[in-house]
C-alpha cells in the first residue's frame, strides 16, 4: 500500500486534532453561550447555536446577587496559597526521595498517593470537628491548610517523577565544586527542574481553583471562593441554566486566562523529559 | 508630650462612651428557589425595622444545602442561626433535639392561620419545629387546547385510567408532542417523590407496621408497570433523566399534553414571559385509583433555629418576619400577589387578590388538604411522610430504588427485576439500620 503524500497527512492530522479540540472545549463555548440566552432560550429544545438575542441581563443578576470580586479574591488566596505551600514542602521531600532514596521511600511515596484513593466524605466529619474545635470553620487559613493537604501527594509525586529525571551526576558535580546543600537545590537543581515545577504548579492551582468538596463544606462566607458562588445559582424548582452557565463562566474566567497564557510551559511540562 | 498623652485618652475614652447599637448578625442558609431569592431581596425591610439585626445569606443547591446543614447541625458547628430545611427533615431532627422549638415567634404570629397538613408536617407532639415559608403538592397540568382538539374534558379529579388513556390519544411523535410528561430522574426527591405518591394511589406502601419493605407486593408491581407502560408509549424519549426542570423545559415548550408534578410549577407554566403555552394551560387534581387516595404530594421549605444557637431571641424575630402574614403583603406590594409565597396559610386562600391572579390557587390548596403525612397511603404505615418515609436511611434507600425504577423506566432492567432488587437493597438497610431482624 502507498504512502499518503506527506502534505495531506499533515492536513489530516491537524483537522482531527482540531476535531477533537473542539470536541473537548465544546461544553465550555456552550456554558458560554448559554450564559448570553435568556432562561427559556437557554432550555429551548431544539437548542440554538448562535441566532439567538443575546443578552447580558445573566450577568447583571448575577453581579446584583453576589459579590463575585469577594468570592474571587478567596479563590485566588486559597487556591495560590495551597499550591505555594504544597511546593515548599515538596520540593525538599522530592528531593530527598529522588537523591537520596532508602528502602522505605517507595512504600512512603505509595502511602501518600493512598490517602488520595479514600473519599472525601469518609473523613468530612472528623475534619469539621478539628476545624470547628481550632476555630478553622469559614476561614481562609482552614482552606488553604485542607487544600495543601489534599494535594500534597500529588504534588510530590509530580515532582519526585521530574527530579528522578534528572542525572545524579550534575549534583554531584556541583557538590564537588563546594555546592551546600541549599545552592544545589536554588542553583542547579531548581533551573533545570523550571518546565516540571511550572507544569507541577500550574496542575495544582487548577485542582485547588477546580476543588468543590472542601471548599463548600468548610467555608459559609467570609471565606467561600468560586465554587460557593457557582453553586448558590443550580435551582430543583425552577429554571437556572443561563444564570448558572454566566456564574460558571466568570468563575472560570481567570484559571482559563491563566491556563491560555501558560499553556506552552504546562505541555512541555507534562511531557517532561528533563535532560534524556 | 503630657499633653499628646491626655488628648489620646481623651480620644479614647470618648470612643468608648459613645453609644453604639450592640449588632447581631444572623447568618441564613437557604435554597436557590424564586421565592427564597425574593426573601432576600427584601432582607432590608426586615433590618429597618430591627436595627440591631444584621442578616447574611448563605445560598446553596439544595442536595449541597442538605449537606452543608446537617455536617453543621450535626456536629454542632454553629455556622448557621437559620436553616432552610424540607419536611422531610424536621421530624427527624426535632426528634433528635437538634432544633429549638419555635414558642416565641409573637403574639402576632396567627398559628391558627396555617394550613393544617403543613403545620403537621413541621410539628412534633403538638410543638411546632420550623416555619412553614412555602408549601407545595402536586396535580395535573394540561394542556387545553389539545383535550379540546382530542375532545377530550379533563374532570378535575381524573382517574389513572382516564388520564392514561389520553395520553395515548395525545400523543403525536411526528410533531413532537407527547400525552404525558413524568419524572424519570433517579433520587429520593425526584424520580421517588412521584413514584411513591403514585405508589399511594394504588394502596402500596413503603414498609408494613412492622417496617418491612413491602415491594414484592403486587401494589407496587401495578405501580410501576402502570408507569413505564405509560412513559413507553407516551412519554418523550430519554425520560429516566428529566427531573423537574427537563419536564418544565419540555411543557413550557408546548411539548407535553400533561404533566403531573409539583404545584409550584402552576405559576411558572402560566406565566407568559416563561412558557409559550401559558394561556392554554388547565389545572386538576393528581391522579386517583378509585382507592381513596390521589397522586400527590406533600412539601414545604421552612426555616428553624438550630440547637445551641446563641441568637435564637434574633432568629425568631427574623423566622417570625419572613412567615408570618406580614410578609405575604409586603411582597403583594412590592411584587404583585402572584409572586407571595404559597401553600402556607388559610388566610391566603380567601384573599380575593390572590384568587384572581392564580386561578389554580383553589386546586392547589385542595392537593395540599387531600395529602396527610400521617396517613399517606390506603394501609397503615410506621413512617411519618406522604412521598418519602422520615428515617435517617430514607435519602440512601430511597435513592438506590430510585436507580432501579430509572433502569426499568429506561429498559436496561425489567420491572420485576427492578422490585426484587428494590426489594432485596431495602431489606438489607432495614437489617443494617436495625428496624427489622
Request: hydrophobic share 50%; proline share 6%.
Amino acid at each position: 500500500m502507498a504512502r499518503m503524500p506527506t502534505r495531506r497527512r499533515i492536513a489530516l492530522s491537524t483537522i482531527a486534532a482540531w476535531l477533537v479540540g473542539f470536541l473537548i472545549f465544546f461544553p465550555i463555548l456552550w456554558m458560554v453561550l448559554a450564559s448570553f440566552k435568556t432562561e427559556l432560550e437557554a432550555f429551548a429544545i431544539p437548542p440554538s447555536f448562535l441566532f439567538f438575542d443575546w443578552t447580558l441581563e445573566n450577568y447583571v443578576t448575577v453581579q446584583g446577587r453576589s459579590d463575585y470580586l469577594h468570592h474571587a479574591f478567596n479563590s485566588v488566596v486559597v487556591a495560590g496559597g495551597s499550591t505555594l505551600i504544597a511546593l515548599l514542602i515538596a520540593i525538599p521531600a522530592a528531593w530527598s526521595m529522588a537523591f537520596s532514596p532508602t528502602k522505605r521511600t517507595k512504600d512512603v511515596l505509595l502511602w501518600m498517593l493512598s490517602t488520595k484513593m479514600m473519599p472525601a466524605v469518609g473523613v468530612l466529619v472528623p475534619i469539621y470537628l478539628i476545624y470547628r474545635d481550632f476555630g478553622l470553620l469559614d476561614s481562609l487559613t482552614g482552606l488553604v491548610i485542607i487544600l495543601c493537604l489534599g494535594n500534597l501527594p500529588i504534588v510530590v509525586w509530580m515532582l519526585f517523577t521530574y527530579f528522578k529525571e534528572i542525572p545524579r551526576d550534575i549534583l554531584e558535580a556541583a557538590r564537588m565544586d563546594g555546592a551546600t546543600i541549599g545552592r544545589e537545590l536554588i542553583y542547579v537543581l531548581t533551573p533545570m527542574a523550571v518546565p516540571g515545577l511550572a507544569s507541577t504548579l500550574l496542575l495544582n492551582l487548577i485542582l485547588a481553583w477546580n476543588e468543590a468538596f472542601w471548599t463548600l463544606n468548610l467555608s459559609t462566607l467570609q471565606a467561600a471562593p468560586l465554587t460557593v458562588f457557582i453553586a448558590s445559582y443550580s435551582s430543583p424548582e425552577g429554571l437556572f441554566w443561563a444564570k448558572l452557565s454566566a456564574a460558571s463562566t466568570l468563575a472560570i474566567a481567570p484559571i482559563l486566562v491563566l491556563g491560555w497564557f501558560s499553556q506552552r510551559q504546562l505541555v512541555r511540562g507534562l511531557t517532561f523529559g528533563a535532560v534524556k | 508630650m503630657k499633653n499628646v498623652h491626655g488628648a489620646l485618652v481623651g480620644v479614647a475614652a470618648l470612643l468608648l462612651s459613645a453609644p453604639s447599637i450592640a449588632q447581631t448578625t444572623l447568618t441564613i442558609a437557604t435554597v436557590n428557589n424564586g421565592d427564597m431569592i425574593r426573601m432576600q431581596g427584601l432582607t432590608g425591610e426586615f433590618i429597618a425595622k430591627n436595627p440591631d439585626i444584621a442578616v447574611k445569606w448563605v445560598t446553596l443547591e439544595e442536595n449541597v444545602l442538605r449537606q452543608r446543614v446537617t455536617t453543621d447541625i450535626a456536629t454542632k458547628g454553629g455556622q448557621f442561626d437559620v436553616l432552610t430545611i424540607g419536611t422531610y427533615e424536621v421530624p427527624i431532627w426535632a426528634k433528635k433535639n437538634w432544633l429549638v422549638p419555635l414558642d416565641n415567634l409573637g403574639p402576632d404570629y396567627d398559628i391558627a392561620d396555617l394550613l393544617p397538613k403543613i403545620r403537621d408536617a413541621v410539628s412534633l407532639s403538638g410543638k411546632l419545629y420550623a416555619a412553614p415559608f412555602y408549601g407545595e403538592s402536586s396535580m395535573t397540568m394540561y394542556r387545553t387546547d389539545l383535550f379540546q382538539k382530542a375532545g377530550l374534558t379533563m374532570p378535575e379529579n381524573p382517574s389513572w385510567d382516564f388520564v392514561i388513556d389520553a395520553a395515548k390519544k395525545l400523543t403525536d411523535k411526528e410533531a413532537g408532542v407527547y400525552g404525558i410528561c413524568l419524572r424519570g430522574k433517579a433520587g429520593w426527591g425526584e424520580n421517588m417523590a412521584f413514584l411513591t405518591a403514585m405508589a399511594n394511589s394504588y394502596g402500596a406502601r413503603w414498609f408494613d407496621e412492622k417496617w418491612q419493605p413491602q415491594f414484592d407486593k403486587p401494589e407496587w408491581k401495578k405501580t410501576l408497570s402502570v408507569y413505564v407502560d405509560l412513559m413507553k408509549q407516551a412519554g418523550p424519549p430519554g425520560a429516566s433523566s428529566n427531573g423537574f426542570n427537563e419536564n418544565l423545559a419540555l411543557f413550557n415548550a408546548g411539548k407535553c399534553a400533561m404533566w403531573i408534578d409539583a404545584t409550584v410549577a402552576a405559576s411558572f407554566v402560566s406565566n407568559p414571559k416563561d412558557s409559550k403555552v401559558a394561556d392554554k394551560v388547565g389545572f386538576a387534581l393528581a391522579p386517583n385509583a378509585g382507592l381513596g387516595k390521589n397522586a400527590n404530594w406533600l412539601w414545604a421549605w421552612n426555616l428553624a433555629i438550630p440547637a445551641g444557637s446563641k441568637k435564637v431571641e434574633a432568629a425568631e424575630k427574623f423566622i417570625a418576619w419572613a412567615t408570618g402574614k406580614d410578609y405575604t403583603n409586603l411582597v403583594a406590594s412590592k411584587e404583585g400577589w402572584a409572586n407571595v409565597p404559597p401553600g402556607t396559610r388559610t388566610s391566603l386562600y380567601h384573599n380575593p387578590d390572590y384568587l384572581k391572579v392564580a386561578p389554580f390557587a383553589k386546586l392547589t390548596l385542595a392537593s395540599i388538604d387531600a395529602a396527610d403525612p400521617n396517613k399517606p397511603t390506603v394501609q397503615p404505615v410506621p413512617y411519618v411522610g406522604v412521598q418519602y418515609a422520615a428515617i435517617p436511611e430514607f435519602q440512601g434507600i430511597g435513592t438506590a430504588v430510585g436507580q432501579q425504577f430509572s433502569a426499568a423506566l429506561s429498559g436496561s432492567t425489567t420491572v420485576d427485576a427492578a422490585l426484587a432488587a428494590a426489594q432485596s437493597s431495602t431489606e438489607r438497610e432495614m437489617k443494617r439500620a436495625g428496624y427489622i431482624k
